[in-house]
Structures are given as C-alpha cells and as structure tokens.
C-alpha cells in the first residue's frame, strides 16, 4: 500500500474506505502531458476504473 496516499477518487479499483489508496505505488504525472503550475494540472497515472 501506498503509505499515507489519500485520494478521493472513489471510482479507482485503488481507493478504500476513508479516502486511502491501496496502490503498492502511485505515478502522478502532469495534466495532458503540459508543464503543471498547481495542483489541478497533476493527474494520477496509476488510476484504473473499478469494473
Ligand atoms: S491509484 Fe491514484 S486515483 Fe487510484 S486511489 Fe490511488 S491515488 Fe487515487
């Protein structure tokens, strides 16, 4: 698990009960391949949807 990752993207096969992410690791790349400038223009790589 991730250690203190919390994430509230509860739509993620990742995400557990009280907004944790049970990924082994997690990449977070920039918005759309551009130079980030806050926070909004990071994404999470490693998000894959719930089946
Ligand atoms: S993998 Fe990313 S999107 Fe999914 S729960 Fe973890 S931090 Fe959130």
Known sequence: MAKDVL???NS???WA???NCN???IYVVSHR???ANNS???DCK???PKI
Request: proline letters at 0%.
């Open 7 to 9: 994430c509230e993207v």
């Open 23 to 25: 990924a082994s690791s």
């Open 17 to 19: 009960a009280g907004n």
């Open 33 to 35: 391949g551009k130079q």
């Open 12 to 14: 993620c096969k990742y």
């Open 40 to 42: 909004e223009e990071t």
């Open 46 to 48: 490693t998000f894959e």
